[in-house]
């Protein structure tokens, strides 16, 4: 979890660089509030990974010495292609979506949203097929 830490300090790093450079040439209070908000909420999640990789044992991604064969997890199978993730993203879209155009548009896409969940969860238990 080092290098994601590590990336995470480097986007704080960033932030507080691109933070200063606004706050002394821009004179503008809210772009360099949010500027140092997204230098914390990087700091927060870097800092966390930090002290969480010091913790656990070292992943294979975190040793230098490690090999490929370390690395390799348990292998499963793919589903198989399907319909129903499209669908659902479809359904969620016109669900969204209605929230603008009105409430016929979330009954459809409900509805739609609805199908395909049931379609998904179905095939994915093997049962229709």
Same mark, same amino acid.
């Given at each position: #979890? @080092?290098?994601?830490?590590?990336?995470?300090?480097?986007?704080?790093?960033?932030?507080?660089?691109?933070?200063?450079?606004?706050?002394?040439?821009?004179?503008?209070?809210?772009?360099?509030? #949010?500027?140092?908000?997204?230098?914390?909420?990087?700091?927060?999640?870097?800092?966390?990974?930090?002290?969480?990789?010091?913790?656990?044992?070292?992943?294979?991604?975190?040793?230098?010495?490690?090999?490929?064969?370390?690395?390799?997890?348990? @292998?499963?199978?793919?589903?198989?292609?399907?319909?129903?993730?499209?669908?659902?993203?479809?359904?969620?879209?016109?669900?969204?979506?209605?929230?603008?155009?009105?409430?016929?548009?979330?009954?459809?896409?409900?509805?739609?949203?609805?199908?395909?969940?049931?379609?998904?969860?179905?095939?994915? @238990?093997?049962?229709?097929?």
């Amino acid at each position: #979890m @080092r290098v994601e830490a590590y990336f995470f300090l480097g986007v704080t790093a960033f932030f507080i660089v691109i933070g200063g450079i606004y706050a002394f040439t821009a004179y503008e209070d809210a772009g360099t509030t #949010m500027l140092a908000a997204s230098a914390l909420l990087g700091l927060l999640a870097g800092g966390y990974l930090l002290l969480i990789s010091r913790r656990i044992t070292p992943r294979p991604e975190d040793r230098p010495d490690a090999t490929i064969a370390d690395g390799a997890g348990a @292998r499963t199978e793919f589903p198989a292609a399907s319909i129903w993730p499209f669908a659902l993203a479809f359904g969620a879209t016109a669900l969204a979506t209605g929230f603008v155009f009105g409430v016929w548009v979330i009954v459809l896409g409900g509805a739609i949203f609805a199908l395909a969940a049931i379609g998904y969860v179905a095939e994915s @238990r093997g049962q229709a097929e």
